[in-house]
Structure formats: C-alpha cells, structure tokens
C-alpha cells in the first residue's frame, strides 16, 4: 500500500492512550484512579436520555438536515441569546457529532501549504495535528503559568503576519483551566480590526465552566468579527455527553454553506435521536449542570490544595473547565516520567503536559472529573510515589 504522505503528520490525543492502558490494568485486577481523560463522572440527565429514547419510539430514524432539526439549531440560537446576548441566526447553526468535527473543519478551510494558523500551545492536542495534517504551519499562543494560562492580546497580534489565516482560542481551557480575561478578549478583538482576512475559530466548549464568579467571554460579543469568526461549543462537557456526539458551531454567512458541504461529505447528520436528546438538554431545567459545575468547584479546591502541599508540585488555580495543570519540574521527573510512574506504580491515569504541545513540558494535567474520595485517594498515592 502507499499511504499519503501527510498522514506522517497527523497528530492523536494521548489521553485516549492513557485511558486505554488503564483499562488494560484495571482489566488486570488494579486499582486505577482515572484523572486522566477530559470526560464529566456524572450521567446524562435522565429526561435527556427519555427524550432521545421517545424519539427513537416516534419514528425519528432517518437522516435530518445536515445542518440538524430546525428545532434544535433555534433552540441553540435562544440559548445564545439568553446566555450570551448575542442574536445568530439559526441557518448559520450546524449540529454536529461532537466538538471536534468543527475544529477539523475549520482548519481544513483554511489550512494549506503557506498558511500559518495560530493555535493555543498548551492547548487542546487536536488543533495542531489537524494543522500539521493540512500542511499549514502551526503557529504557537504561548499560555503561560504565572499568567494563570491566560493568553496575551498583545503577543498574538505580534503573531500575527500576511500568511495568517485562522487564530484558534479556547477559554475556559483545555488542558490547563486557564480563563482569559474579557479585557484581552477586548483587546484582541480591537487589533484584529487591522487584520480583516484573518479568521477565528474560538473553541467555548467549557463556557458553562468557571468558577469564584467568572464570567464567560465569549468572541459572539464583537460585532467586528462576527462574519469571520467560527464558534464551537456542544453537549459533550455542559450535559455530561462525551459519549452522545454531539456539539454545534456558529459560522459566518460566508462559510457556512462550506460547513454544511463538508458535513454532507463527512457524517451526512448527526443521528436524530442525539438531537431530540441535545433539544431536552437545552430546553429542559438546568439544575443537573448547576449542580455538576458546583461539585466541580468543591472538587477543584482539594486537587489544587492538595497538589500544592505535594514535594515539588505547584499548581497555579484553574478558573474553568475540569482540570488542573500543576508544574512538577521541582520533582525532578520529566512530564513523561511522572505520567508513566503515576500509573504504573501509583495507580493514578494522568496525562504527560506535552501531550497538548511542547510548552507543556513540566507539567502534568488532573482532569479532576472523579469523585472526591478518588481525589484524596489519587492525592495520598502521588505523595508516598513522591516521599520514596
Ligand atoms: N474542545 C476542547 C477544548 C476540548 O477539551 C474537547 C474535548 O476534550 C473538545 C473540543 C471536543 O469535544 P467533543 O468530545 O465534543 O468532540
């Protein structure tokens, strides 16, 4: 056989590795503690898996718009004008399986040979494979820790040149929990006044997310950018659906048609029972997210507490998403090293920092969606691998 050659270049997402050696061992008889893949420990609501059981009983069976259920695209567009305060038309909406299929094809859009696409590093591991994969040069956000993970407004302009065609963001963030500020959001938005071809893809999947306050920002605020910005957001995190396939984005008039093209090329639609169960999500009461994002909370301030108190670990505070990021270069182990002994020796699935690009080397990411007792379990085991 002979494979196309930018295949080389494509990228995966290690946690799906961890997560399948930990089966492995757990499969074997140990006692694995999973604080490492990026998935909620809750159940799907129950009237949201009645909602797509009864769509499943009332004949929804066949293909739907590839765009999704008119119902659900102006569900997602009431839901971002309660939310965000910002009116979408519902025909510039496109269901798609997952958060990720968004990411994937606005850097399709815009990536070739020639193009620079900049990206958050540390940041979500798919971004970068999927500008590799396109042959567009990946240009890194540097998200710093003694910036809280936040990134700079002005560093990114200073990034920014002719060839640039698409900034990818993503606050609250993945791996690290950092939440940039709305006073950078603003200052970017203003300099981006001076680059009209420049796209933006602003990945809000963990907008639902924050904590001691923390207001999200979402890019939907600035009108300026509006017909070339990209929103992806979805089910997966806020309802607890990693597994439905499930999320939606927002696209400019301008792309999406181009959207909607490569959704009939790629998935055709999301399933329709999916959809009826993502309409029950958003339409139905909010207490299960509520109280979920709350147990996070609680759970956030024992795992930084406790990585703080650990021999060679600081861990700056996460505003968002579920995960914590502490820098472990005082142990004296490579990122690697400590992922490998965490879960080997330790019994503890985390994943390695430059999983998510190469400015996470020195860190390590907790995705502390477990329970409080694994939590303080995880906690007690790092410290004796640690003590020894
Ligand atoms: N964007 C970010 C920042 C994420 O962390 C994730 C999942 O971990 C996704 C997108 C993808 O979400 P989905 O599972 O809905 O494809």
């Known amino acids: 056989m002979r494979l196309a050659e930018n295949l080389a270049q494509l990228g995966t997402e290690t946690a799906f590795e961890v997560l399948a050696r930990a089966a492995k061992l757990q499969a074997a008889g140990r006692d694995i503690i999973n604080l490492g893949i990026g998935q909620p420990d809750f159940k799907t609501p129950e009237h949201v898996v009645e909602a797509a059981i009864k769509a499943m009983r009332d004949g929804h069976h066949g293909y739907t718009p590839a765009r999704g259920i008119l119902p659900l695209r102006e569900a997602v567009a009431a839901d971002t ?25 606005a850097i399709l859009m815009f990536g070739e040979p020639g193009a620079e696409i900049i990206y958050p590093n ?10 590799r994969y396109v042959g567009a040069t990946p240009v890194p956000m540097r998200l710093q820790e003694d910036k809280g993970f936040a990134f700079s407004a002005d560093e990114v302009l200073a990034q920014i040149t ?39 893809m602003s990945d809000e999947i963990y907008d639902r ?17 509006r017909d070339r910005l990209i929103v992806l957001n979805g089910w997966s995190k806020t309802y607890a659906m990693t597994g439905w396939r499930l999320g939606y984005s927002i696209w400019p008039e301008a792309l999406v048609g181009l959207a909607e093209k490569l959704a009939v090329n790629c998935h055709s639609c999301v399933n329709a029972p999916t959809q009826f169960a993502g309409l029950a999500a958003l339409n139905g009461p909010q207490d299960a997210v509520d109280a979920m994002v709350a147990a996070f909370d609680a759970r956030r301030r024992v795992i930084v507490d406790g990585l703080n108190a650990l021999p060679g670990v600081r861990c700056a505070e996460p505003g968002g998403a579920f995960y914590a990021f502490p820098n472990i270069e ?4 490579t990122s690697k090293t400590m992922q490998t002994r965490l879960l080997e020796e330790a019994g503890v699935a985390v994943v390695a920092g430059p999983s998510f690009g190469a400015l996470g ?7 502390y969606a477990a329970s409080m007792a694994q939590i303080e379990d995880a906690l007690g085991r790092i410290r004796k691998l640690l003590e020894q």
């Open 81 to 105: 004008l309660a939310r965000r305060g910002a009116t979408v038309d519902p025909e510039h909406i496109m269901i798609m399986p997952g958060g990720k299929p968004t990411m994937f094809f």
């Open 122 to 131: 540390p940041g979500f591991p798919i971004y970068e494979s999927v500008i």
């Open 162 to 200: 002719p060839k640039t065609r698409l900034i990818i963001m993503n606050t609250p963030a993945n791996p690290t929990g950092g939440v940039t500020p709305k006073a950078e959001l603003d200052k970017l938005a203003k300099g981006l006044e001076a680059w009209p071809e420049v796209a933006v």
């Open 209 to 225: 997310m924050l904590y001691d306050g923390r207001e999200h920002g979402s890019m939907l605020a600035y009108p300026a950018l």
């Open 330 to 333: 005082g142990t004296g182990m």
């Open 361 to 367: 080397e020195g860190f390590v990411r907790f995705s």
